[in-house]
């Protein structure tokens, strides 16, 4: 099951788009958003992006306990976590969706096991990072 579990994690969908340039159209300047960077993590952007994924996967597979609350019912459930890194690093919880609430919990529980990390700006300034994480079960 924990094999299955991690496969599924590899997969972890973010909306970061770890670029450094600034692109200009028209009259509107757009800044891409750096991604927070998970303790340990070194590299270009795309190596750190890769690190915080392998590191979250990682986390979730060592983390996650089926014995709080898993039922027959809750397989082939998915579970799927919107989070933020905040401004000064932590995760923060915006909503859980799908399966039981006792999976929802434990999912909820794990995410907020993350470790403080450098966090994410746009054009210089720090800024909250928003996540999905899908929990295949």
């Given at each position: 099951m924990k094999s299955l579990f991690l496969f599924a994690f590899i997969f972890i969908s973010s909306f970061v788009n770890a670029q450094k340039d600034v692109s200009v159209q028209g009259n509107s300047v757009t800044y891409n958003e750096i991604a927070p960077v998970w303790p340990g993590c070194e590299g270009n952007e795309r190596e750190k992006k890769k690190c915080f994924n392998t590191n979250l996967a990682l986390l979730i597979q060592?983390?996650?306990?089926f014995k709080n609350g898993y039922t027959q019912a809750d397989k082939g459930s998915r579970i799927l976590v919107k989070f933020f890194i905040n401004k000064e690093g932590k995760p923060e919880i915006e909503s859980v969706e799908g399966g039981s609430e006792a999976m929802q919990k434990e999912a909820r529980r794990v995410i907020l096991l993350l470790p403080k990390m450098k966090p994410g700006s746009a054009g210089?300034?720090?800024?909250?990072?928003?996540?999905t994480v899908p929990f295949n079960l």
């Open positions: 060592k983390n996650f306990d210089g300034e720090v800024k909250e990072i928003s996540y």
